[in-house]
């Protein structure tokens, strides 16, 4: 039930803009958005509900097809500090709690 | 502030040897989460409780157990430790309604199995 991400890895200079996608097999009732700094603990970024929406907060946006059981965020004229793998993690409409991460992506963001 | 407490960061255990790794928060969340971190694998779902005593299986259940005698604490087992089950274990939490409120994550333990 793991989703899937991608691109794996990407490398990015400053300023640049980067979009990391991840979709699922399920149907799907959210999404969930973490960063993952070398060494921390993953820590939250945002959630996204079914319904289509869009979320965002300063340079990091995403968005959730619901339909197409995929999500994408979106990182806008990026700073060194994004740097760190991302992960989505999606919750099904089967009623059930459990959430399942995907695969990373890593984001190398240089001077 | 919020917290996810792992009891150890590293671990070294020899084959064949039961190992336990605990996990307490001190937030009064239903919801707790074991995962495995692998490179290029991202984070797998272990074992998922919802309530005290309450478990599902996730993903990469076997070879492992689970217990959840108390609200705030959550234990994952090796029965019988081996090589393959070297990682990275991350335990999270979240309130019941984990469908639209974030996880928390503790700091993680490296288990290495020789």
């Known amino acids: 039930q793991q989703p899937v991400q991608s691109p794996q890895a990407v490398i990015l200079r400053e300023g640049e803009d980067a979009v990391i996608n991840c979709s699922s097999s399920k149907a799907l009732y959210s999404v969930h958005w973490y960063r993952q700094k070398h060494g921390e603990a993953p820590v939250f970024l945002m959630i996204l509900l079914k319904g289509g929406e869009q979320k965002g907060h300063e340079k990091i946006s995403a968005s959730f097809n619901e339909k197409k059981q995929q999500s994408s965020l979106y990182l806008t004229a990026s700073q060194l500090s994004y740097s760190g793998t991302y992960f989505c993690?999606?919750?099904?409409?089967?009623?059930?709690?459990?959430?399942?991460f995907g695969t990373g992506t890593r984001l190398t963001v240089i001077p | 502030d919020v917290k996810v407490t792992q009891s150890s960061r590293y671990l070294v255990k020899r084959t064949g040897e039961k190992v336990f790794l605990e996990c307490v928060q001190d937030?009064?969340?239903?919801?707790m989460f074991w995962y495995r971190q692998d490179p290029g694998l991202g984070l797998r779902l272990i074992y998922f409780s919802y309530d005290v005593k309450m478990k599902e299986k996730g993903d990469i259940p076997e070879g492992y157990s689970v217990s959840r005698e108390k609200k705030e604490r959550f234990s994952l087992i090796l029965e019988s430790a081996s090589t393959n089950q070297t990682s990275m274990y991350l335990c999270?939490?979240?309130?019941?309604?984990?469908?639209?409120?974030?996880?928390?994550f503790g700091q993680g333990t490296r288990l290495t199995v020789v």
């Open positions: 993690g999606t919750i099904d409409q089967t009623g059930a709690n459990n959430l399942f």
């Open positions: 937030m009064d969340h239903e919801n």
């Open positions: 999270a939490s979240s309130l019941w309604g984990a469908r639209n409120t974030e996880a928390f």
